[in-house]
């Protein structure tokens, strides 16, 4: 049974670092690997996705990357500002159809001071 | 363009009553449909997952139901809720994206409160 685990649970910085949320998975076997950002009250916006093919992904100050093998991955946030204040969610997927559906870690909520 | 829609956005119930949640889906045809629920302290979990219209398949068994009575209808029941089913109700679907690649999008969510 797949499952998805994201450290640290909470994590608060101040403005302007640099940080790394982690996630692993137990099953190497997925078909990809997505980060999301959750803010209070709201749904889920998509940051990210990696296939498992691929090694990495970057959207503007974020930069994701997959070792399916060691089963881990990581959102780096370059240069942090407030309003990345959010809850982060990683999730793997086992593949399209009725194997898309999609397994979750507990996110890790980030705050940043300004 | 895709879009998803959630209705409504936060919803207090009292215990035993029926419960009806909507998620529609614009852009696209034939989406493959999620419903996933967030409880307190806890991650998302899958509670149904749809292929085509009138084809539903549960991950958990509970107090709730779903239906796809159209292509991009997909709606989450229950006849009489439970404490235990308060929680914020996300919908998604998956969309597919340069070279067959696909990703998840999701609806903004119903926050359920049963009292």
Do not use: M
């Amino acid at each position: 049974k797949q499952e998805v685990t994201q450290i640290p649970a909470a994590l608060s910085v101040p403005e302007g670092e640099n940080l790394v949320l982690n996630c692993s998975f137990t099953d190497s076997a997925i078909y990809n690997l997505q980060w999301f950002r959750q803010d209070p009250g709201k749904g889920l916006t998509s940051l990210l996705l990696i296939q498992s093919s691929q090694r990495e992904q970057t959207s503007g100050r974020l930069n994701a990357s997959l070792d399916k093998s060691s089963g881990r991955s990581t959102l780096y946030i370059a240069a942090s500002q407030p309003g990345d204040s959010a809850t982060y969610l990683c999730a793997v997927s086992r593949g399209g159809g009725s194997q898309g559906n999609l397994i979750f870690g507990k996110g890790t909520k980030l705050s940043v001071k300004p | 363009s895709q879009t998803i829609h959630q209705w409504p956005a936060t919803l207090v119930q009292p215990v035993g009553s029926p419960l009806s949640l909507e998620c529609t889906v614009e852009g696209t045809s034939n989406p493959n449909l999620y419903w996933y629920r967030q409880a307190a302290g806890r991650g998302l979990q899958l509670l149904f997952y749809s292929i085509g219209i009138d084809q539903i398949s549960s991950e958990v068994p509970q107090n709730l139901s779903a239906s796809r009575p159209q292509d991009r209808q997909f709606i989450l029941s229950s006849k009489k809720l439970l404490l235990s089913d308060s929680g914020f109700y996300l919908c998604a679907w998956i969309r597919f994206v340069t070279g067959g690649r696909h990703g998840y999008t999701f609806g903004s969510g119903t926050r359920l409160t049963v009292v």
